[in-house]
Each structure stands twice: as C-alpha cells, then as structure tokens.
C-alpha cells in the first residue's frame, strides 16, 4: 500500500501517490460518501489524519500546514455539506497562491440511477465540481479506472507549478476499484517541477535588468510572496546581498524575507508605509519588484505609487520592464539569472522601520493596542523560531509592526483576508513545521473558529492564542455609526481555555500581559490570553488603511 503499483485500489493508490510526494498528513472531518475513502486514507501506514470540528477549520488549518512547510496540503471532506463548507478556504488558497488538494466523495453510480434526488446535493451532482473549478487550477472526477491515475497526477503537477489548490472528487462506488497505473507514473520519483521559461528570454529579461539596475542611483527591492511559494528565500537573500540595496516586503509578503536582514526596511503599503518607507520609494530611482501581487491591500488601497517608468515587475510567469513585458519568464529563473549577473553592488545603510512610536516605560497602566505589539515584540527579539500568525481584522494591519527574527516566521492572509484563518492556521503550521505559534486574534475572529484550539491538546499542539477583546468587530467602528451592530457578546475566553486543556490569562494592563507572555512560554499546553483593550483603539496602520479605504469608498460613490 505504500508503493505505486501497476494495478492497485484507487483509494490506495491515492495514499501511495500522495506519500510519495512527501504528504505526511490529511485533514478532514467524514461522512457516509467519503467513509470508505477516509477510512483508507488513514489506514496504518497511511496519512495521519487530523480532524477538527468544523470544515472551515479544516481548510484553514491545511492550508497553514502548506504554507509553513512548501508541501501540498490535502483535505477530504464529504460531498455537498462538507465539500461546500470548505468553499472559504479553499477560495482563500486560490487568490493567495496556496497549494491545498481538496479530496471530496460522493454519491455511487447505483444512487444516482435511481432517479432521486441524493442527500447533500445542491443544484445538480455535477454542481460541487462546478463550484471548485472556479476555485482551483486543475478540478476533475475520478470516473474511469483507465484514468483515474493520470488525472491525479495531471492535477498534482499543475497545483505544484502554479501553486494554488486542486479537486478530486471520488465517489464511493470508485475507492475499492483497481485503477490501472501508466508506467510512468510507476517510475516516477515524486519529484514535483516548477514551470520552465523560455530560456532566451530570460536572458534578455536580466541582461535589461542588469543594465538598469547597474544606471541605477537608488535602486530598492520590494519582496512579495511568489518568491516565497516558489522556494526562492535563500536566493533572495543572496541577491539582496549583491544588491546591497534596500529591501521591503508587503502586507501578503511579510515574512518572504528575514525581518532581522540588516537590508530590510520594513513593510511597504504604498503611501501608508511608515514615512521613511514612503519617502526611500518615492526617491528610487528603480525598484525591482520580485514577486508581489498587485493587490489593493498591498498598496494601501490605493493606486500604485511607483511609476512604471522606473520599475521591473517579476510576478505571474513575467516580467515586465516599465512599458514591456517578458512572458514565459518565471520568477524562479528570473532570479536565478539575476544571481548570475554582473549587478552593480551598493552600500545603501539600512534602518528598519514601523509604525510604532515609543512605549511608555510605565507599564502598570491599560493596555492599548501598540502595548500589544511593543510586548508581543519584546516578547520575540531574544526567541528563536516562533511562528506569528495573525487574524484579519485590527490585527492583520497591527501584525505588520511585529518583527519576528531567529528564524521564526510570518503567515497571514494579507490578501483574502477571511477571518477565521488564524486558529486553525496555526494548528496546521505547527502540525507540518514543529514551530510553536503566536496567534494575534480578535474577539471577533476568535468567535468564528478559535473553538478549534480545543483540539489542540489532543495533537500536542500549543500555540499561544492572543485574544484581542475589544467587544466586536471594531476595525470599522472610524467608519460606522451605528456601534452596537458592530458588537460580539462577551466569551469568557480565558476560563473556555481552562475549560478545554489548556491555560486561561486574563489581562488589562501592560504589566500582566507581559507577565502572562513569559509565563505562557513555558507552559507545555496552549494558551489563550484574552487582553482586553479599548473599543475605540486600533492599531496604527489600521487607522490609515481604514481612512484610506473610506476615502476610496466616498470617491466611488461620488
Ligand atoms: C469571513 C469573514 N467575514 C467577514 C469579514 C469582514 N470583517 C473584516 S474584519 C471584521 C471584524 C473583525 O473583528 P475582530 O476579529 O474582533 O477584530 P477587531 O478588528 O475588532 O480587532 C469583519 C467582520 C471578513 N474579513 N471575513
Ligand atoms: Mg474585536
């Protein structure tokens, strides 16, 4: 069962196939039209199968699993009722370029012969498919013995090369029959490629950027998070490196390069960057671009500040130089090409920058939002390995002024932002990589699928969950009047932690929560602090990325 044979069950082919391309876990919550399959998926020796409470956790939480480890995550759910409720994450793999495999069931041939309609379908059995063919790169139905093998491996293969997530559906007549496996796929070492470029271009794609790099008086690069997906971290660095120029990332990309770089500057979001950020960009005469998606959460909600004019663009299989573009040019050469150059090196000296101003060094005083991030960083700067995962809401523009260095990571949805991703994320990002989390979540996201930290001890998990508690969803109260539309009712979140495992911290003041880090870090269980703040106080980007967004809503309505 653990080796690809020539002919072989198509549930156990499934596992052999995903072992060999070094799966090691699957996540997934059963139902009577995936039983067979699940039950074989986790078959000893098979996948280690994590189960959580509800599907959109599940998503989440294999999806931090691939972000944190570069390897495919692989979900198996039911037909309709659980492959539907995995419709959030998935989308939110989709646009942020995460390799998630959804491995649905469903209903046998027999059944759907009979003319009925079959429980857990919506609109049509062909309308699951449909869905997830909009929510994925490659989506197919195992129907057919002859094929089922090449199906799986065509849409293993385009998920790697474009990194973002893929469909099977089985359904349940198909798990026990015996696929036939083409040669190949027999043979094949499990070696997943990225996509190739056209070799020619890519020369002349870093022979033009040399040379207008070496013209360059001021050249910054930004680094965005194809870098990152496509495995490039070490080679950026070393191209940084030979650069010698400054270095942002973006709110998508923190974390694609080291935050304790002496090159890094620090978080570029257009012209709501610290000032320093915002007058180093304005001032460049170049800024190669490694990368980044052109989002609006990348950009401050606002239109791009940097003229084409003045700046290469690698990200999306080009690159594009001011007003030409290069296609079938991937990332990947463009900045091994890059390595290869003859770049002129600069000396630029480097300061990091946020947005936080100083502390007060009186701390027996109530919490406000940037006490959060002073401790929370405080906490990190003598820690190695800690992994930052942070909630959308307040703290997904906060989590931009934490700076985590010693090697630890940084996994947020900067981009779909969908609440709900951090809890069960951090689960996933634990379970593939070891890394213990630090959670920043509000009171809001919290509600959506914080509930899943109770399957933390059962896993030997233990992140360190930082309940934000400012009653609701006030990230939009600058921009709502009607304030108690925007309230959550008042969970006993520290007590619940007790109550489920783990250890509860309820804290006020600067003092206590700096106590309560300390003390959570040696504690073997997790750990949920609820720190309590004001409804009224916001991080500091947030402030100006919701008067920015507001700004843009008036204009359009206008
Ligand atoms: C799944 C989902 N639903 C709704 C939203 C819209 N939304 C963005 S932030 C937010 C409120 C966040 O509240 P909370 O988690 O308490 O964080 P706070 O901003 O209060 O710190 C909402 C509802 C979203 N991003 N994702
Ligand atoms: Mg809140």
């Known amino acids: 069962m653990r080796t690809v044979r020539a002919s072989m069950p198509l549930g156990d082919f499934l596992v052999a196939y995903l072992r060999k391309i070094g799966v090691t876990h699957l996540f997934g919550i059963p139902g009577d039209l995936v039983l067979r399959l699940f039950s074989r998926l986790g078959r000893p020796r098979g996948l280690r199968i994590i189960t959580l409470s509800h599907e959109p956790g599940v998503g989440f939480a294999a999806d931090g699993y691939a972000r944190a480890t570069g390897r495919i995550g692989v979900v198996c759910v039911t037909y309709g009722a659980g492959g539907h409720n995995m419709v959030n994450p998935v989308a939110g793999s989709f646009s942020e370029r995460v390799p998630v495999l959804v491995i649905s069931g469903g209903p046998a041939e027999q059944e759907r012969r009979l003319g009925t309609l079959i429980h857990h379908q919506a609109k049509a059995i062909e309308s699951q498919l449909r869905i997830y063919e909009e929510l994925t790169c490659a989506a197919r139905v195992l129907d057919d013995p002859a094929t089922a093998a090449a199906s799986v491996h065509d849409v293993v293969r385009t998920m790697w090369r474009e990194q973002r997530p893929g469909y099977l559906e089985i359904h349940r007549d198909m798990v026990e029959r015996r696929i036939t496996v083409p040669r190949d796929i027999v043979e094949w070492d499990g070696t997943l490629q990225f996509a190739r470029s056209d070799a020619r271009r890519v020369d002349e794609a870093v ?45 998508l990309g923190k974390g694609a390069f080291p935050m304790d770089h002496p090159l890094n500057m ?172 630090l959670v920043l979540c509000g009171d809001g996201a919290f509600q959506m699928t914080g509930p899943e930290i109770a399957q933390a001890p059962r896993y030997g998990l233990n992140p360190i969950v930082l309940v934000l508690n400012n009653g609701g969803w006030q990230i939009f109260r600058p921009v709502v009047t009607r304030h108690e539309l925007l309230s959550v009712p008042p969970w006993p979140y520290a007590r619940l932690a007790d109550d489920w495992g783990g250890r509860g911290f309820y804290v006020e003041r600067v003092d206590e929560l700096r106590a309560a880090l300390a003390e959570a870090s040696r504690l073997p269980s997790f750990v949920v602090i609820e720190a309590v703040v004001r409804p009224d106080d916001l991080s500091p980007v947030t402030r100006k990325y919701i008067a920015a967004s507001a700004r843009r809503g008036r204009a359009a309505a206008a």
């Open 207 to 251: 022979r033009e950027t040399t040379a207008r790099f070496n013209a360059a008086r001021r050249p910054l690069a930004m680094v965005g998070i194809e870098t990152f997906r496509f495995k490039l971290q070490r080679e950026v660095r070393a191209l940084a490196e030979r650069m010698g120029a400054p270095v942002t990332t973006t709110v």
């Open 266 to 437: 620090g978080v570029h979001i257009g012209p709501i960057s610290p000032p320093p950020i915002v007058r180093r960009v304005d001032r460049a005469d170049l800024v190669l671009n490694l990368g980044t998606l052109l989002t609006d959460m990348n950009l401050g909600s606002r239109p791009p500040q940097i003229t084409r004019d003045r700046s290469i663009w690698a990200v999306g299989g080009r690159v594009n130089v001011s007003f030409h573009t290069y296609t079938d040019v991937h990332i990947r050469d463009f900045v091994h090409g890059l390595l290869r150059a003859p770049l002129r090196r600069h000396r630029e000296v480097v300061r990091y920058c946020d947005n936080l101003a100083r502390q007060p060094a009186e701390t027996r005083r109530a919490l406000r939002v940037a006490d959060v991030l002073h401790e929370v960083n405080r906490f990190l700067r003598d820690r190695r390995g800690w992994l930052v995962v942070a909630e959308s809401g307040d703290m997904l523009f906060a989590g931009l002024d934490v700076r985590v260095g010693g090697g630890g990571g940084y996994l947020a949805q900067g981009y779909y932002a969908s609440m709900g991703f951090g809890v069960p994320g951090a689960l996933g990002a634990q379970i593939g990589t070891g890394a213990r989390p």
